[in-house]
Structure formats: structure tokens, C-alpha cells
């Protein structure tokens, strides 16, 4: 526990970091008028428990608050609370099965009332409502009951011993929701409270005035927010839909708008936005990867419904020649600067953050055509019939890369299907619309869970910071097939008696270091064994007017986190 | 011409149950999840209890009569309850978005507003700039007007939206500064002031919008007009001495119509169907977007409402269209 | 209304009658417009045909290594007239794009689909619609459920058509024809399909009118067949809203088609269209504004050109106008 002990002092500092940088910026509450935020995907309801999209997570965390965020380096922050619990403190208790926290005295909803633990236990049942069809079930896993001792303390009781407790009410995806608000949309009733999806009482810096859905929000600075001075701006127009291009724009071209969310453009045209003088692009990293899964079964699509992508083993990309020539080929860095620029990182992980999960036994830097032709050759897959695409037990080395409609992603496809190529492997690409590819409709032959291709390209992530669920994608029972209606989290089917035992060792280890070990280990085995080609470690890039103040990006946690510190410079 | 409008506004109730149907099966095999739009990080079990919340796998038979009570039973007795201030409705389930989790017709009648005032003016601003063309580039026919027009309309029609609309804004916004490249939703008119504000967000849309409709109806106006112009009866309402004008606009015009009145009439659906490229370019969140946005988000409820919405008015004006080929050509007789 | 001009010559008739195609001919060959067209249309048809067989680049091609960064985003040689300073290369006469690939190479290759797909889907679309209006119009058994037929294809909403259809018969196709041609099939037809209604609404308005002239009295007095009738009778004057629908239907086909391989139902992501280049340039409008311009002025040009053509065989094929 030494490093959450650091992780506290770190946040602490931080703390005292951002209120010395707010120190030159204060004065009444609501002195700098409107600040316009633009998101290309419009929010359709600000309840993240009935929608997990960021869209709505992030709009909504602007009124809605948890109990700890992440800060922009991953450390948890107290929030509502005085502090982060942890064993050193008490907060969290020797056998890991309880975490009580203590929320801060005088915390008010934007209505006056006062904030207490039973709206925190409320909020518990609001999610676990089994007719609720709750979309953050899984910050909730695990736990068996909620205690209120008094109106300050929450005593979160898991089944187990659990060595990240800070699954619920942590992070912009469990705000704490009003019980008196949501009293009667408890489980199928939770669509009909309109009024309340669309307008919650928060404590949060803004308060919603106009709601309309997939398209624009109108708020209002708190009047009974907890800092006096805060928040700076006096309303808040927070508009939805169009394109990257039009959010950026509209913000560094333009200057109608002062902050924008996520913008995916290639980094010429970030540049030449910039130009236009009146924003600037700012990045953070997270935990997301662009990565090609490799099919571990076989496509062909001449076998049966029941067998297709389902029997294995792939006729050849298995073959650790195969994957690693494939990998050797791609020339990280010019896919970087091609489609993230600034914005993204060269990678060889699966799980290339927190540090202390990041592996950094692999390097995979340069491309190197020469090579990966020399091991294809050495494993005597060579071109035997002068069609310059190689033979691989008895097949030629043909496949299909089907990827989401992108325009950074079929550059990518472009580029990739050249080197390959080159390398004697030849590729078909295709694009499937984003709505079917990640649908998941078993209906559909083109979604990614169904992997009706040889090789397919995407980016994942996971949320917090805590990889042990999400390196879970990798178990053998993950895997889709068509008696579970092709759902499963394990794309590639990758499946590995050690890699199962190890993780299963993972999740019953306490010690943070050792669990850092743990995940490294499993990364390595996944990326070595050709579960997946990773690509590029992709940060986040918005962009904020120039005369927009206190913007720190957190990728961690909702953009928006730290909306209350916002200022207008002068 | 009385009789065969009651008897095709009977015929039209049949046609559009059936209609509906037909669009409640096609939504209903078209691939696609409401929950696509959740991040990958929400694992399947969750998923499918939000499915299962939503009532996404019900059969079509149990879903598809819901939806019909729900549309015409529960949504009329609601906006009778909100204009009358009574409570038929008594809390029966309306037709709810699967995105939002509210009321569909809400989200439609919030977005009716500015599609009205984009899409409609565009229509209003391209019929009364077409028509003149249309007239005057066939009665000159190969003029240097004709030409003009023709090299006009035909790379306007040729443009699609997706780039014209981005050249005005670098061009407008980026450029000179005179307009806001995006429009804002949440602004009222209520004076001088604020008009002046309202046209100056619209102007871009509208004209992106207006040059392709423009381009379409003066090229079926010329056409048609010069199939007339050299009929019987034009000679013969020369030769009679009336003058030039009454003989182009009335005599002529009036047999030009047919085509243009088709082709308006199916265009004014589109009107409430709103401009997707358009309205996306621009952030005008109309209908256009509501419908894409739902499309994308496979938000079954939303696009059912919007597309039968959207049948309705087109079996109307279709309608309408029929019964003003009757009183434009009074030898068309339909019984 | 006739047909055949009735000649009004007392003189003996020296040369063998003219059939009425080569009058149309001599017609259509003295407007101007329609010569113009004609020709502008054939020289952008033998340039996708044959241009990328002349032509030196590989459009499909992305250099590598090194040569990536030397190529990529290169303007087109004349921009070097007027900024001294551009990076061009007289190998890529247009230059490239943001991965190198050649830029005329793939308008030249681009035009092939866009071409073949836009005029396949046209007349598709125009023959459906003409057939349908005139069928509605001429028999007025029929005008009932042809036209609520229409209506229904007015009202389904076209992308979860298109994804039903994909889902149908994609597979089946490529199995029949192969991926390409399968593809070709499928956009062809459901561009065709999902466009015809415009087109029969407008014929049926037509024909409406038309069959209660005196000339369909007279022609059916004197026992003309229905097909006759619509053949000669009816056709030959619903000819100018035709040409008009089958013009703008051109654009509407290449546009449409490069809207459905972006959403992933067309042609595999690196087979460029026009359509296709121009929407991805859009974004880099400003720093490569030849990348918008040039498939913008082809996409416009073939439009134009067919337009004109229209123009001349409406002209040609009136037998008001023609000898005038």
C-alpha cells in the first residue's frame, strides 16, 4: 500500500496546486459571463446510469459529482469526501471487504437540501435495481450491501476481499443522484422520469435551465455550490452534433465556441485550424489502444453458420512467424504521424497505462521489412507458385482487414495492406459503418464480436485506472460464439491455459506491486502469443479558445471535471 | 373531383397502416443494436439488461400494435390533455426514445421549429427563384440567360451538400467573419435585433439548401415550358392578338405546371423530413439530424415515429398534388 | 402530333424516303449544345477508360519508407507557377495525396465506377420510373396501387433499407458475380431502386394530361393498340421531364454511391470514387483545395455534358422543332 500512500500525497499536492493557479483568477461567483462548450456527438440524456456514452457522461458530470474523481495523472481525488480511504487511514479495512467514506460536512444540492449518505445508499439501489437496466452494473460488482451509520458516513460492503474498492462512486461514471429526485424511477420506471434524466439535481458547479435532447443544454451557475467564487461562469451553452471538423473549427478558426471535445483529425488538419489563431489543441493520454486483433479461428466463409469464426485454429495466423512478420512490418511512428500527430504514441501493450500496469519489455519502434521477409522465409512460408503472395500450410496468405468507417482508419488500412504486401501477405480491406461494426446485432454478419475476417482493427480501453476486468478480455470463456448470441469480450479468441491461471491469480492478489507485476506479465503473454498487433496509444485532443482559462485535461475521468475552475482570461 | 378525394382520403388509412407495417418489419431486420453507442467498456451482461429495460427483443407482433395504440390512442389524448389542461391520458406509456428515455413527439415538436425556418424558407426562397428561371431560360432558349442557367444549376445540382456547405463556412465564417458557422438553437425572435440574428445564422444553410432545389425545379420548369411553347394554342392565342405576356404566363404556364406541381409536392414532406447533410454541416439539429442521430443510434421508436410521420405527408401532398392536376388541366378526370 | 411531318411538297420526291432516325440525326448533329456534350461526355469516357493504361502511376500504390515522406501531399505542377516554393513533382502531374497515392491515377480509376455506376443507375432508375408512370397514367386500373406502391418507396427511410439489402444479398451476389461485380449489382441496383419514384410521379402527372388530347381521341378512334399508343403517342412527349430526371439523376447516382461507400456498403475502402475523393478531401479543403476542385469540376462536367446531350435529342426527337 506504499504507492497509495503516494498516490494520496501526489493528489494532495495537486490540490494545492490548482488552488494557487486559481489564486490570480477569483472574485464573485458568475463575474465571466457565458462559456460555450461544443461536443460533435450530442448528449441525449444526462443520467449516466441509463447511458454510458461519453457524451452523456460527460455532460452530466458538469451537475452530477462522485465521491472521488481521477485527477489528469490517474490519481484519485477526494470530491465530496475529506479524504481518500485506504488501509493506512482506516478507511478500508484489513481484509479488503469494506471501504467507508466520509463525506464532507455542509455539502448542499443545487436545491438546497442538504447532501447525505442516504442519497449515496440511494443511489446504490437506484443502479442494482434488477428492472433497472443500470449501465454502470459494473462499477457496483461485487458489493453486498451499503451501510449509512449517520448522515455522513458510507460503509460499502463487498462479497469478497476486493483490492480496488474504488469501483463505486468514483469517477464521472457513478455521480451521486438526488434520492429525493429519483424516488419513484426506481427500476422500470426509470424512462418515465423524464423530468428528472433530463434536469438532476446535482452538487455540481451547473445547474441544467434547458434540456433538448441531441442537441443543445443550457446551465446555470450553482448557487449553492461549496466554493465561494466558483463556478466563474454564469451559464453555460453546451451544444451537440456535426463533425470534429466543425467542432474545431468553430473553436480555433472561428472562435464561436471556447471548448472542444475529442477531435479525431489527422494533424495536418489540426495545424492548419491552428493557424486561425484563436485555440489551441491540448492532449492526454489514457488507456486507449488502435489495435489489429488477429482471428484465432477460422473465417472461411464456406463453413457453416455454427462453425464459421468459431472452429479453430486460424490455417496460419497462429504461426508465431506469421504474426510476429506481420508486426515487424508496420511502421509505428509514420502511422502516428499520419493519424494522431501529437495526439498519439507508438505502443507494443495492450495496457499501456498507469505506469504501474505498463509493460515495457517489447519494442516494436522501427519497422523492419527485411526482417519479417527473413523469418517468413526461415519458417519456409514462401511464395511457391510466383504470385508474389506466400503459401502458408498450404493456403496462400490471403486475408480480409475489416475495420469501423474512419477516415484515420482506412489511411491506416491503406498503409498497412502496402507493408504487408511487401511482405508477401496479401489483404482485402473493408469498412463497415460504426453503428453495425460495433452493434453487436447477431443478426449482422459485419459486426467486430463475430469477426467474419482474418484480422480487424479497433481501439479499446478500459475505465478507472485498475486493468484486472479488462485483462479478463483474454479468457478462453469470453470468447463470442453463436450459442451466446456472439457476445463476449474476447475478440480474437485468443485462449491460453497459463494465460487463464495467471489471471485468476491476478484477481486474488492485494499487493499493488505485485499486481503491477501480474498484468505486465499477462500483457506480454497476450501481445507475444498473437492475441493482438497493438498500434498506436491514442490520447484524447480537444481544443480550447485562447481565452479560455483552468482547462486540464483528464482523460481519466470526465473532460469537464474541473469545469468549476474555468475562468475567462482578460 | 369531391367524391374521388373522400374516397382516396378513405383508401389512405388502409395504405398507411399497411405502409407502417412495412417500415416497423424493415427497421426490425435491419442489423443494428441500441446499444452500439455504449462504449466497449460496458461488458455484454450489462448490455443486455439494458436491452431487456428498453424492450428491444420484443416479437413484432406484441411490438408493433403497441406502437400503433401508442401513436394513435395515447399521443392524441396527451396533446389534447396539454392544449386542454385535461388528463385523458391518465399516465398511459407514450412512445419512448431509446436514446433520450422521453417522450419521441417532444423531441419533435422541440425540432420543428428550426427545420421550419431552414428547410421551409429554403423551399419558399428556391420556388419563387426557380419558377421565374424556369420561365424565362425556356422562352429564350440558348440565350447567354439559358446558358448562364443552365452552367448554374447544373454544377449546383452537381455539388453535394457535404462540400458546399463547408466552402460557405470557410468562405463566410472562416474567412470574412460574417456568419456564425453554427447555428444556435436555443435563439428566440423577438425583435428587430434578434431577427436580424436569426438571418444572419440562417442565411448559409438556406442557401446551400435553395441551390439544389432551385437547380431541380427550373430545370423540369424550362423543360415543361418548352414542350408548350410551341403547341397549337399558343399559335392560336397569338394569332387571336392577346398579348405576349398573358400568352407565356397564362395560357402557357399554366399547362407547364403539371410536372412542377409533382415535383413540389413531393418536396414538401422533405420540408418536415428536414435536410440531413445540411443540417449536420451546419449543427442545425432539425428533423434531418433527430432522424440520422436515431438511425445511427438504431433508436427504433424515434425513427418508426419520424418515418410514418413523414408517410403521412407524403400520401397527402401526394394527394394534393393529383387533386391540383384537376383544377390545372380540367380534362384530367380521375373516375 | 403525328410522328412523320406531313409534306406540303408538290415536287417528285429525287432521293429515297429518310427513315426518321436519320432525320433525328441530322437534327441532333446541327445543335450545337448537344455536339459540345457529346463530345466533352466520349473524351471523359476514353479518359477513365483508357487513361489508366497509359497512365504511369499505380493509383493503389503507397510508397514506403523514405519515399513516404518525399511523396506525400505533393501539389499538382501548376502550382508551382504561382507558389515557387510548393513541393511538386513532374511525375504526379496533380500531385498526391496525404499517403502518397497518385492523384490522377485515382480520378482517372475513380471515374471508371463513378461513371459505370452513375449511368447504370440512371437509366435503371429512369426506365423503372417512366415505365411505372406511364403504366399508372395510360390504365387507370392500374394508377391505385402503382401509385400507393410509390408512395411507399417515398416513405422508407433509405439507410435501414440499404442495411436490410445489404445484409440479403451481399453475400449471394459476390458469390454470382464476385466481390467487385457483386458490389457493382448491388449499389446499381439499389441507387436504382430507391430513385425511381421522382421520375413516375412526374410521367404519370404527364400522361395524365396528355391521354385526353385530341391526337390519343384520335389515335384510339382509329383502333391504335395500347402499346402502340404509348410507344408512339405517349413516350416521344413526356421525352423533356425524362431527359431532365435522367440528368439530375446522373448526380444524384455518384453522389449517392460515394455516401454508400462510406458507410461501408460500396466498393472496399482503397477503390477511390469521385464521390469518394471529394468527400475526403473536404476536411483539407484549405491546405489541398485540388483535391475538392478537381473531382468536383468532373463529377460537374459529365453532369453538364449529359444535360446538354438531353437537350439536344429532346430538341431532336420533337417533330415541331426538328427541320426549323
Known sequence: MKLMTALMGASALAAVATTAFAAGHEGPRGRDGEVKIIYWQAPSILNPYLSSGTKDIESASMVIEPLARYDQDGNLVPWLVDEIPTTENGGVSEDLTSITWKITPGITWSDGSPFTSADVKFTYEYCSHPEGGCAQLTKFGGVSSIETPDDLTVVVNFEGSTPFPYGPFVGGESPILQ???????????????????????????????????????????????????????????????????????????????????????????????????????????????????????NPDPSLGPDERAVVRPHPFLQEPAVYKAMSMAIDRPLLVEVGYGQAGRVTCNWVPAPQLY???????????????????????????????????????????????????RQDFQALIKQWWAEIGIEAELRNVDASVFFGGDPGSPDTFQKFYADVEMYANNFSGTDPQSYLGNGLCDKAPSPDKQWQGENISRFCMEEFDALHAQLASTGDLNERGRIAQELNDMAVSNGMMIPLVDRGRLSAHSNSLGGVILNTWDSELWNVADWYRMK | ML?????????????????????????????????????????????????????????????????????????????????????????????????????????????????????????????????????????RQYSWFDNAGTFVTMV??????????????????????????????????????????????????????????????SRFMRASMLDNLNQDY??????????????????????????????????????????IITEQVFKVNGIGQLLITAIQANDLPMVQTLTFIFAILIVLFNLIADVLYGLLDPRIRYD | ??????????????????????????????????????????????????????????????????????????????????????????????GTDNLGRDFLGRLLIGGRISLAVG??????????????????????????????????????????????????????????????????????????????????????????????????????????????????????????????????????????????????????????????????????????PERVIWPGILISLTVLSVNYVGDGLRDALDPRIRGR
Not at chain 1, 184 to 191: H, N, S, V
Not at chain 3, 145 to 150: F, K, Q
Open chain 1, 179 to 297: 434520492a429525493a429526485q429519483f424516488a419513484d424511477c426506481l427500476g422500470a420506471r426509470a424512462p418515465e422520469c423524464t423530468e428528472a434524466n433530463f434536469n438532476p439535481i446535482g452538487t455540481g458547479p451547473f445547474v441544467v435551465t434547458e434540456f433538448k435532447p441531441n442537441d443543445v443544454i443550457t446551465m446555470a451557475a450553482n448557487e449553492n455550490y461549496r466554493t465561494d467564487g466558483k463556478p466563474a461562469f454564469a451559464s453555460v451553452t453546451f451544444k451537440g452534433g456535426g463533425d470534429a471538423a466543425a467542432a474545431g473549427r468553430a473553436v480555433m478558426e472561428t472562435g464561436e465556441f471556447d471548448y472542444a471535445w475529442n477531435l479525431q483529425l489527422a494533424p495536418d488538419v489540426i495545424a492548419k485550424m491552428q493557424e486561425g489563431g484563436k485555440g489551441t489543441p491540448v492532449v492526454g493520454f489514457g488507456t486507449l489502444v488502435e489495435r489489429i486483433m488477429l482471428n484465432h479461428t
Open chain 2, 156 to 217: 449546383g445540382f452537381s455539388v453535394p451538400p457535404f462540400f458546399s456547405g463547408v466552402l460557405v463556412i470557410v468562405i463566410f465564417s472562416v474567412w470574412l467573419g460574417w456568419f456564425p458557422s453554427i447555428y444556435d438553437t436555443t435563439h428566440k425572435v423577438t425583435d428587430w435585433a434578434s431577427f436580424k440574428v436569426q438571418l444572419q445564422q440562417m442565411v448559409m444553410p438556406v442557401m446551400v439548401l435553395a441551390l439544389q432545389i432551385t437547380s431541380q425545379l
Open chain 2, 234 to 275: 399558343v399559335r392560336t392565342a397569338r394569332a387571336k392578338g392577346l398579348g405576349e405576356k398573358t400568352v407565356v404566363l397564362v395560357h402557357v404556364l399554366r399547362n407547364s405546371l403539371i410536372p412542377v406541381v409533382t415535383v413540389i409536392a413531393l418536396g414538401v414532406p422533405s420540408i418536415f423530413g428536414g435536410a
Open chain 1, 358 to 408: 505498463a509493460s515495457t519489455s517489447m519494442n516494436c519502434d522501427t519497422q523492419d521489412l527485411a526482417g519479417a521477409n527473413a523469418l517468413l522465409d526461415e519458417a519456409g512460408f514462401t511464395d511457391s507458385d510466383g504470385d508474389g503472395v506466400r503459401e502458408a500450410n498450404g493456403v496462400p496468405m490471403k486475408i480480409l482487414y475489416q475495420t469501423s468507417t474512419n477516415a484515420v
Open chain 3, 119 to 288: 449511368m447504370a443507375a440512371m437509366i435503371l432508375s429512369v426506365v423503372l420510373g417512366t415505365f411505372i408512370g406511364v403504366l399508372a397514367g395510360y390504365f387507370r386500373m392500374l394508377d391505385g396501387p402503382l401509385m400507393r406502391l410509390t408512395d411507399l418507396f417515398l416513405a422508407l427511410p433509405l439507410l435501414p433499407l440499404l442495411l436490410v439489402a445489404v445484409l440479403l444479398f451481399r453475400d449471394k451476389l459476390s458469390g454470382m458475380f464476385g466481390p467487385e461485380g457483386g458490389t457493382f449489382i448491388l449499389i446499381v441496383t439499389l441507387v436504382g431502386v430507391t430513385s425511381w419514384m421522382q421520375t413516375a410521379r412526374i410521367v404519370r402527372g404527364d400522361v395524365l394530361a396528355l391521354k385526353e388530347r385530341e391526337f390519343i381521341l384520335a389515335a384510339r378512334s382509329i383502333g391504335t393498340t395500347p402499346s402502340k399508343m404509348i410507344a408512339r403517342h405517349l413516350l416521344p412527349n413526356v421525352m423533356s421531364p425524362i431527359m431532365v430526371s435522367a440528368t439530375l439523376g446522373i448526380a444524384t447516382a455518384i453522389i449517392t454511391e460515394s455516401a454508400l461507400s462510406f458507410l461501408g456498403f460500396g466498393f472496399p475502402p482503397d477503390f477511390p470514387t469521385w464521390g469518394k475523393l471529394l468527400f475526403d478531401a473536404v476536411d483539407r479543403m484549405q491546405l489541398y
Open chain 3, 1 to 94: 402530333m403525328t410522328e412523320t411531318p406531313i409534306t406540303m411538297d408538290k415536287v417528285e420526291p429525287t432521293a429515297p424516303p429518310r427513315s426518321q432516325w436519320a432525320d433525328v440525326w441530322d437534327q441532333f448533329r446541327h445543335h450545337r449544345g448537344a455536339m459540345w456534350g457529346a463530345g466533352v461526355f466520349l473524351f471523359i469516357v476514353f479518359l477513365v477508360l483508357f487513361g489508366p493504361w497509359i497512365y504511369w502511376n499505380d493509383p493503389q500504390y503507397v510508397p514506403t519508407g523514405r519515399d513516404f515522406l518525399n511523396l506525400r501531399d505533393t501539389r499538382p505542377i501548376y502550382v508551382a507557377l504561382f507558389d515557387s516554393g510548393a513541393k511538386t513533382n513532374w511525375l504526379h502531374p496533380l
Open chain 2, 3 to 139: 367524391t374521388y378525394t373522400i374516397r382516396r382520403l378513405i383508401l389512405s388509412v388502409p395504405t398507411l397502416l399497411f405502409i407502417s407495417l412495412v417500415i416497423f418489419l424493415l427497421l426490425k431486420l435491419a442489423p443494428g443494436d441500441p446499444m452500439a453507442s455504449q462504449p466497449l467498456t460496458v461488458p455484454p451482461e450489462v448490455r443486455e439488461k439494458m436491452r431487456i429495460a428498453l424492450g428491444v427483443g420484443q416479437p413484432w407482433y406484441i411490438a408493433f400494435p403497441k406502437w400503433l395504440y401508442q401513436f394513435f390512442v395515447v399521443e392524441p389524448l396527451y396533446l389534447f390533455d396539454a392544449m386542454l389542461g385535461t388528463d385523458w391520458a391518465g399516465g398511459q406509456q407514450r412512445v419512448i426514445s431509446w436514446q433520450t428515455r422521453s417522450p419521441v413527439m417532444d423531441i419533435v415538436m422541440q425540432r420543428i421549429p428550426q427545420t421550419l425556418w431552414v428547410v421551409g424558407v429554403a423551399y419558399v426562397v428556391a420556388i419563387l427563384i426557380a419558377i421565374p428561371i424556369g420561365i424565362y431560360s425556356a422562352y
